[in-house]
């Protein structure tokens, strides 16, 4: 499994990569000011500005660092990268992998995506329907898969969990041990919420390295759990 700072360090190459490929295709030295004579002319790899891909359009791949990104419903895209900003995919679009570094993802109803859903700080929804190949992680923000698909793993440092109803995740669910500085003088940080709920199959272990609040539907299946204790609930809820 990744370690927080295997984490943080991938996303740290991604982020390098994109910012590095954007000023190279351009003609300009990553980290200098852009000239806005190209800025907007490449609609899918920019260095400033957003990205809209409108409904039923088929796109390679897209990334830009300061901007957030739209596809479209219907659109069918490559790899979608952003540092700045949000990500969001309309329904039933198809892309091969959402990352992004400070912004939220959202995969509305239906979509398909080909591999992970990555971020580091910022919130992750997977909506009614949709499927994730991959893996579905970030370090703080939370993450809500409802009833959807996902082929690896749910994990994250310091975000809650809640999935469902009626949500399917075949790897594990994870929430691993935060590092972060104001934690260390014997500071304990403040729990995790996790909910599994009505209807939820979660296939493999439930691993926790800090501690968590694990909210359990009485409708729910899940594999082992390492780390904390089992709270059953019952209804769509766990008590406030």
């Not at 490929?21 to 030295?29: E, I, R």
């Amino acid at each position: 499994m990744w370690e927080t700072r295997d984490m943080i360090r991938k996303f740290a190459i991604a982020v390098l990569a994109v910012g590095a490929t954007l000023a190279a295709s351009h003609g300009v030295a990553f980290g200098a000011e852009p000239d806005t004579a190209w800025a907007d002319k490449d609609e899918s790899n920019k260095i400033n500005g957003s990205i809209d891909v409108p409904p039923g359009q088929h796109r390679g791949d897209l990334s830009t660092i300061n901007g957030s990104i739209l596809v479209g419903s219907d659109a069918v895209v490559g790899q979608v990268k952003t540092v700045n900003g949000n990500v969001k995919v309309e329904s039933r679009a198809t892309s091969k992998t959402l990352t992004t570094v400070n912004g939220s993802i959202t995969a509305h109803d239906g979509v398909r995506v080909q591999g992970n859903l990555n971020a580091v700080s910022g919130a992750l929804r997977v909506t009614n329907g949709a499927d994730v190949s991959g893996d579905v992680i970030n370090v703080s923000g939370g993450i809500h898969v409802e009833s959807a698909h996902v082929g690896g793993n749910v994990d994250t440092c310091a975000g809650g969990i809640d999935l469902g109803p009626n949500a399917r995740v075949d790897g594990n669910v994870i929430v691993e041990k935060d590092n972060s500085w104001h934690f260390g003088f014997g500071n304990v940080p403040p729990p995790v919420h996790v909910v599994i709920g009505p209807g939820t199959v979660v296939k493999g272990t439930l691993r926790f390295e800090r501690p968590v609040k694990l909210y359990v539907s009485d409708h729910a299946t899940i594999g082992a759990v390492q780390g904390a204790e089992v709270i059953k609930f019952s209804g769509e809820h766990p008590p406030e």
